[in-house]
């Protein structure tokens, strides 16, 4: 035999000995555990019978999605669900909207006077039940129930009812109330960024107005000018030697030019008076002619240049001038000329050098109308966007609650639970016995064993007397039994009883 043996059966021994006291006691003090049993079992039942029904009603909203694309139409929200959802609720069971729902429904009449307006608005809180329902791949929140405790079914009924229509009126009245604010904001913000903008282009045209000419689009034509007036001036001196030999052909020409006019100028005196316009007209041509062969016949010693006229169209005495000051320039404005060529050389050199100066700085003017622009740009797009949102609220096309299950009609009351309460109590009037019954044994001084006795003196005994009992004590002992065991047995029928009572008609 191994040594583990003898340790097993001393466990078994000991664990059937604490079995049979526990059972010994539980007899003992079967009356503590039956009179508790009794009083907490028809004491809870006697509570909850007197306590009065309450009828609960409940009503399914489902979140109607959006009819219309997102591609199109962006919604104006970008919250979830259920963030929706949580401020509805508190937009719905804020204060005013409850004290509105308890005058027109009469709640509460019993404590009506007695209860403060916050009291009534917190207990009605206690009573409504907002339970969102998730579903979907994503186990989003797409429905969500509201419930209302009512002392009637009728009354539990239509305060649902009027609940649910609250979250479905507070959320269109959300949903348009957001698609204005944002439409009044974005058009505020719109007209803002258009007057950075204008600012701006006004602030460039001011730029490129006052900075004309050494622009970075104008380097090319000042490269272009000042290869010209370069060549220009190395001209000046070479025109001089042409000039003489010029003005003996401009003479020749200027006087055939003069007769061309007066020939012309006769035809036409053959067909008007000499106020005609016309006339007139040739009559400065000619005049124009010999004050120019006049000039050129001085060598230029008449400084003075002609007037400018205005209806001088002629080409060819246009031509004939402008040779006739280029020729009398080469004699007479040389030097001028040069230094205004030269002038003019510095003027252009000034500007290329100023090119790159200005090119920074228009870099940087550029770069933040472009950015105002661009910001214009996504902020009108933005209100368009809104608009169109906002119609589509106004056509309930976009995201809306929608009562896909009416407020029920309670015929069974939710509230109290009897029947869970009552075997609650039950169990709860058996433990209480049973921890009476140790504790009562605990402080009884008596021994109910040999084995008590010995753990106590701690020593053997040395003789045992049986329990010797006359016949009439027999008799009284059995009658004694019989009477507890009727007892016992009126005391869980009894038990047994309510619990039926309460499961048939609570």
Not at 164 to 189: D, M, P, V, Y
């Amino acid at each position: 035999m191994s040594s583990n043996e003898p340790e097993v059966q001393d466990e078994e021994v000991s664990l059937t000995e604490t079995i049979s006291k526990l059972v010994r006691l539980l007899i003992r003090r079967r009356w503590w555990i039956l009179s508790s049993l009794l009083i907490v079992t028809l004491s809870t039942i006697s509570v909850l019978m007197w306590l009065p029904d309450r009828f609960t009603s409940e009503a399914t909203l489902v979140v109607v999605r959006q009819q219309v694309s997102q591609r199109f139409v962006e919604p104006l929200s970008r919250i979830t669900i259920a963030e929706e959802l949580n401020a509805l609720k508190m937009s719905v069971l804020s204060r005013e909207r409850l004290m509105e729902i308890t005058d027109a429904f009469g709640l509460y009449p019993e404590v009506r006077q007695k209860l403060s307006p916050d009291r009534l608005v917190e207990r009605m809180r206690k009573e409504i039940t907002v339970v969102p329902l998730a579903g979907g791949p994503q186990n989003e929140v797409n429905a969500f129930t509201v419930s209302f405790i009512a002392d009637s079914p009728r009354l539990a009924q239509e305060v649902t009812g009027r609940v649910a229509s609250l979250f479905i009126e507070e959320n269109l009245r959300t949903q348009g109330r957001q698609a204005s604010t944002t439409t009044k904001f974005l058009s505020e913000q719109v007209a803002a960024a258009k007057q950075r903008l204008t600012e701006q282009e006004l602030k460039l045209s001011a730029f490129k107005q006052s900075n004309l000419g050494s622009l970075p689009e104008q380097q090319q034509l000042n490269l272009g000018a000042l290869t010209e007036l370069r060549m220009q001036l190395q001209e000046v001196s070479a025109g001089l030697a042409r000039a003489q030999q010029q003005r003996v052909f401009l003479e020749s020409n200027l006087n055939a030019q003069l007769a061309r006019l007066r020939s012309e100028k006769s035809v036409l005196l053959a067909r008007f008076t000499a106020q005609h316009p016309e006339v007139q007209k040739k009559d400065r041509l000619i005049e124009r002619t010999n004050a120019l062969l006049s000039r050129l016949k001085s060598a230029g010693t008449e400084t003075d240049r002609l007037p400018v006229s205005a209806d001088l169209d002629d080409p060819i005495v246009a031509q004939l001038e402008s040779q006739v000051e280029a020729n009398l320039a080469e004699f007479t404005r040389a030097p001028i000329e040069e230094q205004r060529l030269k002038a003019q050389v510095a003027q252009y050199q000034s500007r290329l050098n100023l090119t790159p100066v200005r090119e920074q700085q228009l870099a940087t003017i550029l770069r933040d109308h472009e950015t105002y622009k661009k910001d214009y740009t996504e902020l009108l797009n933005k209100q368009l966007d809104s608009e169109l949102s906002g119609k589509l609220e106004e056509q309930q096309g976009g995201q809306h609650y929608r009562l896909v299950d009416p407020p029920t009609l309670p015929t069974v009351p939710s509230s109290p639970k009897r029947l869970q309460i009552s075997l609650g109590a039950l169990a709860a009037g058996l433990l209480i016995g049973v921890v009476l019954a140790f504790g009562r044994d605990m402080l009884d001084p008596t021994f109910h064993s040999e084995k008590e006795l010995r753990d106590h003196l701690k020593a053997p005994l040395v003789v045992g007397l049986p329990l010797l009992m006359t016949p009439a004590e027999e008799r009284s002992r059995k009658w004694k039994l019989a009477w507890e065991c009727v007892a016992a047995g009126l005391v869980l029928l009894t038990v047994l009883s309510a619990e039926f009572y309460v499961f048939r008609f609570g």
